[in-house]
């Protein structure tokens, strides 16, 4: 019985192990699907749509073939669509059967030689501020190799995208995209784009039983094995008495000079033996083929008994019923500040206005220009602060689908030990960020509560009736307060106290005038004057229903002599004498400084005034009174 018991175990073990080995091997489905389109148009871009990619469950996976580089990218559906507006391009939808279809898009956006009548403007139409003579020549560049290059623009290292790939021949891209977000594919955008594409999904075929199925069967094996010893054991005791043997021959005295190779020899360890390495042979290979197979699953085999994370609750903020996405994300943004930061840090180490339109724009890109024009004059002129290329510890996006589009962003530099609060705007779909104001942090400067990345804020209007000053009037009230002081009728309106740049602009003023009285006060007079800069305000709203808003004022320093016989001449001013071109003036100079300033100003009915930020003050200009 107890060899039935062993065989039954050895034919369980047998059926547990081959079931457990089907469900991995013959059993088992495939484990992805794939929906494949041949684009037959020789177009330069392909779009993927979301619906596409979420056609079926779980993270899926770009593939797309063709000779040599292959570029993909992805965003938000609404801003690849606006990017391919001014161009024909293939759009991969789904039909109505599920499959996927390819059809060719003419682009939306007219694009005229002449500007008329429902013409659009070039990308980098209106980027530069008017006012700022520094500005234009760098900035006109720099729309003219962008305009020269519409027709071959090249996709890659759009700020628009989150993400991009580029490869060889075979380009593969795990995804994981919402239905609000596509896929652009292409060449270099002037070859047609790759035609065959597939996406694949992972299709969930875990066996969870195929394990414990093949741990069993080996365990079974080894019970199986144990029985079958036991049974060999019982079926040697329960022999029946043994004959009753032939008579001993009486024992002869051994002969010792028999030699050595005749003697006999007797072992009683034959049997035994070959017994005992029969079991172990027996018992080795049954352990050693369920320790290879308990060892080949993988977790798919096994049950999952963890229970899922519970997610920690976290503060919640209500978007307004409306309100549009936000322009980028953290990571987006963090990847633009950089290539910002790269490129300014090498038109800085090069002087190179050009290169530094294509980043900077408005007051930061007019106070660049000025300094690298007193560089290439004054050998010994120091060269501008180099943007820290750290990651972005605030990030607030403009959340507007359309352009111009702008994102307040603050970032800690750890070498210097200071934080600098910037905003970056984008002026059109096709257009990089640039950097339109730049200011440091006061050491004590509490910011205001911001929405998340994620949910973005507006822009109020310049002339924006709740906010206690609208956007549009903060520079002239501010400036008025710089050239007043507490008799202007704005002064109750800001926080005075914890404002040290109009302490610091007061005492430098005092200073330079104490100076200039000690050999000019009988023979001329030196004049400050604050007004707002050539540069429009920018606002993006906080939680608390105020606003940050970048402005731009202009410190102008008139001297001029008050005897006709006088003249203002400049031997200790290298660089008044090098940005107006006279080294004296019988009329007299002014030299301008830009200031860019944020502030925090609060909604209206709020008990809190206006409060700075930050702030930022270089030279612009210095010219001879006409």
Not at 51 to 68: F, M, W
Request: net charge negative; hydrophobic share 45%; aromatic share 6%.
């Amino acid at each position: 019985m107890r060899f039935v018991w062993a065989v039954a175990a050895f034919v369980l073990a047998a059926l547990m192990i081959g079931a457990g080995i089907a469900q991995r091997t013959v059993f088992q489905g495939p484990d992805t699907a794939t929906a494949a389109v041949t684009v037959e148009e020789d177009t330069p871009y392909v779009l993927v749509e979301g619906d596409v990619l979420n056609s079926r469950p779980g993270a899926q996976t770009l593939r797309a073939q063709s000779e040599g580089t292959i570029f993909a990218a992805y965003g938000r559906t609404a801003d690849l669509e606006a990017w391919l507006s001014d161009t024909a391009y293939t759009r991969v939808t789904v039909g109505e059967e599920g499959a996927l279809e390819a059809e060719q898009t003419t682009p939306s956006l007219a694009v005229s030689e002449e500007p008329g009548e429902g013409s659009t403007p070039a990308p980098e139409e209106s980027a530069t501020a008017e006012g700022n003579e520094a500005e234009t020549p760098a900035a006109d560049a720099a729309t003219g190799d962008e305009a020269g290059a519409d027709d071959v623009r090249s996709p890659v290292g759009s700020d628009l995208w989150l993400d991009e790939f580029q490869q060889e021949d075979v380009l593969i891209a795990p995804l994981q995209l919402p239905e609000d977000m596509s896929v652009l594919v292409a060449a270099d955008g002037v070859e047609p784009a790759p035609a065959d594409i597939t996406v694949s999904w992972p299709i969930a075929n875990a066996t969870p039983w195929a394990g414990p199925l093949i741990v069993a069967g080996g365990l079974m094996m080894a019970v199986g094995v144990f029985l079958y010893i036991l049974a060999i054991r019982h079926l040697r005791r329960s022999r029946g008495p043994r004959r009753k043997g032939l008579p001993v021959p009486v024992t002869e005295p051994i002969d010792l000079a028999v030699e050595g190779k005749r003697k006999g020899v007797i072992s009683a360890t034959g049997r035994r033996a070959l017994t005992g390495g029969r079991r172990r042979l027996i018992v080795v290979p049954a352990v050693a083929v369920s320790a290879l197979l308990f060892a080949g699953c993988s977790s798919e085999a096994w049950p999952q008994f963890a229970p899922s994370p519970t997610p920690s609750p976290s503060a919640s903020v209500i978007v307004p019923e409306g309100q549009q996405a936000p322009a980028v994300t953290e990571a987006q943004a963090d990847r633009i500040w950089t290539r910002v930061a790269e490129t300014v840090a090498a038109a800085d180490e090069a002087a190179d206005e050009a290169l530094a339109a294509t980043r900077l724009d408005g007051a930061v890109l007019a106070a660049r220009s000025t300094n690298y024009a007193l560089r290439a004059a004054i050998s010994d002129y120091p060269a501008p602060a180099a943007l820290p290329a750290e990651p972005l510890t605030l990030v607030l996006p403009q959340a507007y689908d359309e352009w111009p589009r702008s994102i307040v962003g603050v970032v800690d530099d750890a070498d210097s030990n200071t934080s600098s609060i910037m905003m970056l705007t984008q002026q059109d779909q096709w257009s990089p960020y640039r950097l339109t104001y730049l200011a440091s942090l006061e050491a004590a400067t509490e910011l205001p509560v911001v929405a998340p990345a994620y949910i973005g804020a507006i822009q109020p209007a310049p002339d924006s009736p709740f906010l206690l000053l609208p956007p549009a009037q903060l520079a002239e009230a501010y400036a008025d307060i710089l050239n007043s002081g507490e008799e202007s009728e704005y002064f109750d309106l800001f926080d005075v106290a914890s404002d040290q740049f109009r302490v610091s602009v007061a005492g430098d003023r005092q200073k330079r005038l104490d100076e200039f009285n000690q050999t000019g006060a009988s023979t001329g007079e030196l004049t400050f004057q604050a007004a707002p800069g050539a540069y429009e305000p920018l606002a993006l709203a906080t939680l608390e229903s105020g606003a940050i808003v970048a402005v731009n004022i202009d410190e102008i320093d008139t001297v001029k002599p008050t005897n006709p016989d006088a003249v203002i001449k400049l031997e200790n001013n290298p660089t008044v004498r090098t940005l107006s071109g006279a080294e004296q003036s019988s009329t007299g100079f002014t030299t301008t400084y830009t200031d860019q300033l944020f502030f925090y100003v609060p909604g209206q009915g709020s008990t809190e005034k206006i409060r700075l930020l930050g702030y930022a003050s270089d030279i612009l200009n210095a010219k001879v009174i006409p």
